[in-house]
Nanobody, 125 residues
Framework: QVQLVEFGGGWVQAGGSLRLACAASGLTFDTYTMGWFRQAPGREREFVAAISWSGFSVRYADSVKGRFTISRDDAKNTLYLQMNSLKPEDTAVYYC??????????????????WGQGTQVTVAS
C-alpha cells in the first residue's frame, strides 16, 4: 500500500521560512517523479514544484521561482520543499504527489498517481 505523508506545515509570518517533507512508503521511490501542489480555499489545486526520478530535472511555478526549492533524498524515501520569503498568498494546503512516468516532469495534477493527505501552511501578513 502506497503512503505519502507530509510534515512541516504550520503558521509563519510573511518573510519567514518553512520546510515541508513528504515521507513515502510502499513504492520504489527512486523511480517516481515527485511533485508538490497546493490548494487554497475556493481555488483549484495548483502546481508548485516537481522533481524527476533522477533529480536532474526540476520545475517550478512562476509564483514560487527563486523562493522555493524542491529536493529529494532517495535513501530516506523523502521529498522536501524549502520555502523561503513566504507571502500571505502562499497560504494553502500543500500536497505531495508521485508520478510513475519517468519520461516527463508534469505540472498538472492528472498524471500523478498517488497523493498525500496534505499539510496546512498559513502565512500571516
Amino acid at each position: 500500500q502506497v503512503q505519502l505523508v507530509e510534515f512541516g506545515g504550520g503558521w509563519v509570518q510573511a518573510g519567514g521560512s518553512l520546510r515541508l517533507a513528504c515521507a513515502a512508503s510502499g513504492l520504489t521511490f527512486d523511480t517516481y517523479t515527485m511533485g508538490w501542489f497546493r490548494q487554497a480555499p475556493g481555488r483549484e489545486r495548483e502546481f508548485v514544484a516537481a522533481i524527476s526520478w533522477s533529480g536532474f530535472s526540476v520545475r517550478y511555478a512562476d509564483s514560487v521561482k527563486g523562493r522555493f526549492t524542491i529536493s529529494r533524498d532517495d535513501a530516506k524515501n523523502t521529498l522536501y520543499l524549502q520555502m523561503n520569503s513566504l507571502k500571505p498568498e502562499d497560504t494553502a494546503v500543500y500536497y505531495c504527489a508521485a508520478d510513475r512516468q519517468p519520461a516527463s516532469v508534469h505540472t498538472t495534477p492528472g498524471p500523478y498517481e498517488y497523493w498525500g493527505q496534505g499539510t496546512q501552511v498559513t502565512v500571516a501578513s
